[in-house]
């Protein structure tokens, strides 16, 4: 099981989650969305495909651009299409 913590706060949480690139992607059902806002930012990557992201706020916080996802994936990466990756502080921790 795996948990993403930023700012003491569980933000979200699997059993489920798939490592590519380093990265732990989380089923979008396992968020707590409550802490997620949705981000302008967008970025390519040449085999996953465009990214868009969401900002965290947590306690009155914000990670801007924090946590990112593939809406639409390349052939290549659809076996993360959807699922939702951090960086920025957002710790992953295993239980």
Known sequence: MKRAI???????????????????YFPVEAIKKEYFKESEKH???????????YSLEVNKQINKDAAWFYPRTSKLAKIIEGRIAFWKGVKIIEY
Do not use: F, R
């Open 6 to 24: 930023w700012n003491n706060i569980v933000i979200a949480e699997s059993a489920a989650t798939i490592l590519v690139d380093g990265n732990h």
């Open 43 to 53: 970025t390519a990557c040449p085999w996953k495909g465009i990214a868009s992201y």
